[in-house]
């Protein structure tokens, strides 16, 4: 099964590029705030980034993987983690799902990036 993780990869290939992740952690896709709403090169950042699971943070660039874990397994970590992070936990199937769903529309190794709600390609 291939899944997003966080990854350092092609950072800095945009000029507003961050990352404040754990590489290989579990990233998740949250809605954008109103002020990134229509913009993914806007100031807040959040309509280019990914959450990752377990630092809470943010990165511009996530990597296709391919794991062991099983969906359940996904699930459950992701469980943990919004309600580490006050969301409610009955998103994890949800957002392990969006994750899953972009992830499988790439080759393991492709660093993918954000614009909004479409997600693409990036040259390494
Ligand atoms: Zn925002």
Redesign the pocket.
Known sequence: MKILVATELTQGTRSNDYNYCVPGELVWVQE??D??RRNPD?G????RGFAGVASHRATTTAEVVEVGFSRDELIIAMRTSLADGGWPQDWASDVVDDNLTIASAFPAGTVIERRLEEFQARTA
């Open positions: 954008p705030c002020r990134d806007g807040c950042g959040c309509g």
